[in-house]
């Protein structure tokens, strides 16, 4: 699909789902694909892009900052408390805040950096063993700590589990966000983005849709 398709249908789910047009951020996820790839999507003027690892997002993207003004990153990848500080200095946005210790070294490099991106608290809806985030049960607990170390946490991001519907993580994911006062949710990826818009998703995380199948590292 190209970027103005993908728009174009995120402009009609907005309009569908009888909300304000634009209020849906698209993330075009860039890991793993080619330079030139990511940097037609810059010519067709996209700035807000997310990457998984902090190595590859710091190797990337310096350089096209270089070429291009107000280019706006998300990290949406498990983030190791050792990588906190070149994650902070990165990106404008984390997506993956998941533990206490995280969130204690992410206080405390705020107060020194004098500066934090903006935050979103990754919730395990599906409690898959394997993957990252709060468990449900914990998130308010956890929500309210990170708030109380002054972190700026704006929202709740999920990745569903591939074989259950999305709709149903994404209405609880709303519901935990809705309880503890935060408005984002960084919600809905390739192949079910409009479904993630129409309950409320503020951010959207897109890779395969926008760029192609990502080629094998
Ligand atoms: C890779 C990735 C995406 C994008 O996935 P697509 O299915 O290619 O759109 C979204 N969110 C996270 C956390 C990812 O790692």
Not at 51 to 62: D, S, T
Request: charged content about 25%; aromatic content about 4%; overall charge neutral.
């Amino acid at each position: 699909m190209s970027l103005t398709e993908i728009r174009d249908k995120v402009a009609k789910q907005e309009a569908a789902s009888a909300r304000a047009a634009g209020s849906t951020t698209l993330i075009a996820v860039s890991k793993v694909q080619p330079n030139e790839r990511v940097q037609a999507i810059l010519d067709e003027g996209h700035r807000v892009f997310g990457e998984n690892r902090v190595q590859e997002a710091a190797g990337k993207w310096p350089a096209f900052r270089e070429r291009y003004d107000g280019i706006e990153l998300h990290l949406i990848g498990p983030l190791q408390t050792n990588k906190a500080r070149q994650a902070m200095e990165l990106a404008q946005a984390i997506h993956t805040l998941d533990r206490p210790k995280l969130a204690k070294t992410m206080a405390r490099l705020a107060q020194e950096l004098g500066t934090c991106p903006d935050l979103f608290v990754q919730v395990n809806t599906g409690e898959e063993t394997q993957k990252a985030g709060v468990l449900p049960a914990d998130a308010d607990g956890f929500i309210q700590e990170s708030l109380a170390m002054d972190l700026p946490v704006r929202g709740l991001m999920c990745i569903p589990p591939v074989d259950e519907e999305p709709s149903l993580h994404f209405a609880l994911l709303a519901k935990i966000a809705a309880r503890n006062g935060l408005k984002g949710l960084s919600m809905g990826m390739s192949s079910d983005f409009e479904r993630a818009i129409a309950l409320g998703a503020t951010h959207i995380r897109v890779g395969s849709a926008i760029f192609g199948e990502r080629v094998a590292t």
